[in-house]
């Protein structure tokens, strides 16, 4: 810190060349201002920006790092088994050295689409009910009331799904147990329904007030205007807010791991037990000896888990761009 | 008062490019239309007639109550909270304000165009056809008639035809409020309301939308709000004067801006105040 005039004077010539600064004084402010202004006055902001450019930094460096470890130590599984295995094995028992993870893939893949299939309709409903058909003072108090639904502890949720879910689902069903996939759907819908509802209600209030007069002057009906006209206005907003839920419910762990009955059986459907990808880490990484094929497998695992997200990630990013390029 | 009628002021040079007043029917009818915002009384008793296939210019300060006339004609209104209709409006002979009346079908034969330019962030095509597809044209071929017909008579054709799958946001101000023009006229109204069409637009633009208005005046039943008195007595036939939530005065265009009979017309149109 204490050479900080150093990097300035170096960078000076990068942010304002002499030549531009002759031309054009009054582009660079900084160099402009620099006979009259007190040293002192430019270090504030300057050290602001180099602070930000650091922490900005960091991030990035710790998130490569996690990735680096994570590869390192997940790649180290196929050492004990082929990727094919690995990925296409029916059987995930680890004290015999079988380490299949297909129920487990396909456990975290059905409960997750079956949180998406009831929150997504659910949550882009609700937003158009918020933004657009409930009264001002109905809406402005229940927004942030569901807005603190997304603070409550995921073991907090799986407790009540525990309670009261399971009993239900098996009732309902007349299954034998109520540790289901679909239990663990509920809840995880549960949970990211906040998240969409506020973010897609956001996007339905910021688009400009003057489009619903002007499809309802052209006889179109509220449900018309708000379908034809609204709603695709602010469809990268939803889809950002479905996004945002999703991946909120892929990687949730602890509501999962308590409702889900955790049997690491190829599941045929949502209403039987399965268990999960993140389930399976959060259980078995404490009864693992460190640096054993387990523990690899697990961090494996957590490599799947961790390209599958990116992946999704990065479609929505994709399709997100994709909008906002042919709406401009 | 004997003084300003022996020596009536000349606001405006008349142009002579509009036929005089038609002495067409009577297409939209108002009588003793009073309009609350919740216990404000915006408009009181506001009785007149709108000829068919005329320009009626609506003038007057801001907060007058001349576009909630204008909005009250479409049932716009409808959508304040609190607004409050009394009186009788009639299009065509019909009461628009009768229980049970269908807004959405009073709504497609009174178009409206508003102060600013608002095309919806679609393509060009896709904002026109938008009308037509809410009253449930299908067919490709059909649409893209309505398309084409519509910006024809909006004399935007040229200026797009070639962008009809761009966006329509990309178009300059006063193409956005003449492609708005079009998008009223593509669900074939009768009668076609402009809050202040021009007031967000420049003057070379102000123009074609003017002419614009004369052309669609064959056809269409236009009612212009404008604080643009020059704009009013170049286009209009006829012309109300709006004061706090009253019509002072209505009558031929020619007539209002050369002679007018109120001593706060002539105020307000000579600019003393306003």
Redesign the interface.
């Known amino acids: 810190m204490h050479d900080m005039p150093e990097p300035r004077t170096r960078e000076e010539p990068l942010v304002a060349p002499p030549a531009v600064g002759k031309l054009l004084p009054l582009v660079s402010p900084r160099e402009g201002r620099r006979p009259e202004a007190p040293a002192g006055t430019r270090w504030g902001p300057w050290l602001a920006e180099k602070l930000v450019a650091i922490n900005g930094l960091l991030v990035i460096i710790i998130v490569l790092l996690i990735f680096l470890f994570l590869l390192r130590d997940g790649l180290q599984t196929f050492r004990y088994v082929t990727v094919a295995d690995f990925l296409g094995g029916r059987n995930w028992y680890p004290l015999s050295e079988e380490f299949g993870t297909l129920p487990l893939i396909l456990g975290s893949l059905y409960v997750t689409l079956g949180a998406v299939a009831i929150a997504v309709p659910l949550g882009v409903a609700c937003a158009l009910y918020l933004a657009e058909v409930a009264p001002v003072m109905v809406s402005e108090a229940l927004k942030p009331t569901i807005e603190v639904l997304a603070g409550i502890p995921s073991v907090v949720v799986g407790f009540i799904g525990l309670v009261v879910l399971t009993p239900a689902i098996r009732e309902v069903f007349h299954l034998p147990t109520g540790l289901t996939g679909l239990t663990g759907s509920i809840l995880l819908a549960f949970m990211a329904l906040p998240t969409i509802i506020s973010i897609a209600e956001d996007a339905l209030v910021a688009v ?1 007030k ?12 509220r449900w ?1 205007a708000l379908r ?2 609204v709603a ?2 602010a469809r990268s907003g939803i889809i950002a807010a479905c996004m945002l839920g999703i991946g909120r419910a892929i990687g949730e762990t602890m509501t999962v791991l308590m409702v889900t009955g955790n049997a690491a059986v190829l599941p045929k459907t949502l209403l039987q037990p399965l268990r999960t990808m993140t389930a399976t880490i959060a259980q078995e990484m404490g009864e693992t000896v460190q640096f054993s094929s387990h523990y690899f497998a697990l961090f494996g695992i957590g490599l799947v888990l961790f390209l599958i997200t990116f992946v999704i990630n990065l479609a929505a990013d994709v399709a997100l761009h994709r909008m906002a390029g ?3 | 008062m004997e003084k300003l009628m022996a020596e009536p002021r000349r606001a405006f040079q008349q142009p002579v490019s509009l036929p005089p007043a038609p002495d067409g029917r009577v297409k939209i009818a108002a009588r003793g239309v009073d309009v609350f915002y919740d216990r404000f009384q915006a408009l009181k008793g506001i009785t007149l007639e709108i000829r068919e296939k005329a320009i009626t210019a609506l003038i007057g300060p801001s907060g007058c109550g001349k576009s909630t006339f204008l909005r009250a004609l479409n049932r716009m209104n409808d959508l304040v909270p609190g607004a409050r209709l009394e009186g009788v409006i009639q299009i065509d002979g019909d009461d628009i304000y009768a229980p049970g009346l269908d807004v959405v079908a009073l709504r497609k034969r009174v178009g409206m165009v508003f102060q600013a330019p608002n095309p919806f962030p679609m393509s060009v095509f896709d904002n026109i056809a938008y009308g037509p597809r809410v009253h449930g044209v299908r067919d490709k071929h059909q649409l893209a008639e309505i398309v084409e017909s519509s910006l024809q008579r909006a004399a935007l054709w040229d200026e797009v035809k070639d962008k009809l799958r761009e966006p329509a946001l990309a178009l300059s101000g006063g193409q956005q409020q003449r492609l708005c023009i079009a998008r009223v006229l593509a669900v074939e109204p009768e009668v076609v309301l402009m809050d202040e069409p021009c007031s967000a637009l420049d003057p070379i633009s102000t123009l074609r939308i003017e002419e614009l208005m004369r052309v669609l005046r064959e056809n269409y039943t236009i009612v212009i709000v404008t604080h643009n008195m020059q704009q009013a007595a170049r286009v209009s036939d006829e012309t109300g004067f709006f004061l706090m939530g009253e019509l002072i005065e209505f009558g031929p265009s020619s007539g209002l801006f050369t002679t007018p009979r109120d001593r706060r017309t002539e105020d307000y149109i000579t600019g003393r105040f306003g």
Not at chain 1, 211 to 220: F, I, K, N, S
């Open positions: 400009p003057s489009y619903r007069p002007g499809a309802l002057a052209l006889g179109a009906t018309q034809g006209v695709p206005a042919r709406q401009r």
